[in-house]
């Protein structure tokens, strides 16, 4: 791994799962919603995958959602954390711990592979998505959610005026996150035909920024990246975030909104039976025929009438 894409400490991501597998059932609310809508797209595709795994499982929500949806027959469950892949295990289904950016699994070993909210603290994105492809069969599946660059920010934006105002600085408190405009392009990079990406947004609401924050913590979302403070945060500091996010987010009732964005991928492992474009030029009919419309040929502008 690169010094230039080691933005994630792995090893604090994957302590924050062990510490948070326990009392997850409390705050998991998002990876369950997120796993109902991933688990409707595999509703709408009429194909059977009898062997799928589950990439960044947590406790199992997923497994739980799906159950023999999809026709699947074998659902290996895996996480980074162990304590995780353990929660899981009392689903019944198989599980192991296991790190998303070195995938022990051999190639063509899954027809459909489903990721919930699990990718965004990879820190080599286009290298797990060739991984996925690699394990993928051929005309394999691959539905994936992560988080997107919208989420948390107005926790972001609180936080990064209060270190200001109180420290006269400011240091990463919230990771950064995936752009929508970039994830066709990384799945066609790994590999992936007929890539197809969507966006969807998830209004939280919470007391106080201090509440938010617990829930993140009780989810295993805290901070990991490696330019993180490394100091205790300033009383000052944080009661001055939570100071401004109230002033500026605050809805009429007095609870605070939280922004979770969500992007969703769909993609196939490449196969000779999936539809191609034409090559250019090889169209026997012209599109201004079927609009009833004009030609104008390329370099010439139009003239208004």
């Known amino acids: 791994m690169s010094e230039a894409i080691n933005?994630?400490?792995?090893?604090?991501?994957?302590r924050h799962r062990d510490r948070a597998a326990g009392g997850l059932a409390r705050h998991d609310f998002l990876y369950r919603e997120v796993g109902e809508r991933v688990a409707d797209r595999l509703d709408d595709v009429k194909r059977s995958f009898p062997r799928a795994l589950d990439l960044g499982c947590h406790d199992g929500a997923l497994a739980r959602i799906v159950g023999r949806r999809g026709g699947i027959d074998l659902l290996v469950q895996c996480d980074l954390s162990p304590a995780m892949a353990g929660a899981a295990a009392a689903g019944g289904r198989p599980v192991l711990a296991a790190d998303e950016e070195w995938l022990p699994f051999a190639p063509g070993s899954f027809d459909l592979i489903m990721s919930v909210l699990s990718l965004h603290w990879v820190n080599d994105l286009p290298g797990a998505l060739i991984q996925i492809r690699r394990a993928l069969k051929d005309d394999g599946l691959f539905l994936g959610a992560m988080l997107g660059g919208e989420t948390l920010h107005e926790l972001r934006t609180a936080l990064m005026q209060a270190e200001i105002a109180e420290e006269h600085g400011a240091s990463p408190r919230v990771s950064p996150f995936a752009d929508l405009r970039d994830a066709g392009a990384l799945l066609q990079r790994a590999g992936f035909g007929l890539p197809v990406v969507d966006r969807d947004v998830i209004t939280a609401t919470y007391p106080n920024a201090f509440a938010l924050m617990a829930a993140l913590r009780g989810m295993g979302e805290s901070n990991a990246v490696?330019?993180?403070?490394?100091?205790?945060?300033?009383?000052?500091?944080m009661l001055r975030a939570?100071?401004?996010?109230?002033e500026t987010f605050a809805r009429d009732r007095g609870d605070v909104p939280a922004t979770f964005e969500i992007i969703y991928l769909t993609a196939?492992?490449?196969?000779?039976?999936?539809p191609r474009a034409l090559r250019p030029g090889s169209a026997h009919s012209r599109l201004a025929e079927a609009l009833d419309t004009e030609e104008i040929p390329a370099g010439e502008k139009a003239r208004p009438e």
């Open 226 to 237: 490696h330019a993180r403070r490394r100091t205790a945060s300033r009383r000052a500091t």
């Open 242 to 246: 939570a100071e401004i996010y109230q």
């Open 268 to 274: 196939w492992a490449p196969d000779t039976s999936q």
């Open 7 to 14: 933005v994630f400490d792995r090893r604090l991501v994957r």
